[in-house]
């Protein structure tokens, strides 16, 4: 299992190559030389708390994030949720073309728990429609 140091270290690499960006541009980003920011990537020192709320806000994360306190990167709580905007996030992750047969109102009103369920199922689908494929 890893460390909290490992976490935040690993955690800071995802997050630079998801946004594209090298080394250089996060330590620039934050006010740190390249070589110091290399050394918290890779678990070699740890940063203090203001470090860390730089490297936070700069990627747009929440702190315990980055600390392994959590595994969700953002604030998300039920007053942010949109169901819509998950299902809309669904439908493009499972390239699902036509969703006009659902109706909408019931899409309002299924909350977070509901709608993991659903992307069960859509990658269930996904995956047998894989299946099928690869069969033929």
């Known amino acids: 299992m890893e460390s909290q140091e490992e976490i935040f270290g690993d955690r800071l690499k995802l997050l630079r190559k998801k946004q594209g960006r090298n080394q250089e541009d996060v330590a620039s980003g934050v006010g740190i030389s390249r070589a110091r920011y290399s050394h918290y990537e ?3 020192v740890e ?3 203001e470090l860390i709320r730089k490297l936070a806000d700069y990627f747009n994360v929440k702190v315990d994030y980055l600390l392994g306190r959590t ?3 953002h604030d ?3 007053d942010d949720f949109d169901p819509i905007a998950e299902h809309n996030r669904l439908l493009e992750k499972y390239g699902i073309e036509d969703s006009g047969f659902f109706d909408i109102e019931k899409w309002k009103q299924m909350g977070p728990e509901e709608l993991k369920q659903l992307e069960s199922y859509f990658q269930f689908i996904y995956e047998q429609s894989q299946k099928k494929n690869n069969d033929e």
């Open 76 to 78: 998300e709580n039920e």
């Open 71 to 73: 595994n969700n990167p």
């Open 47 to 49: 940063p203090d708390i």
């Open 42 to 44: 890779n678990n070699h």
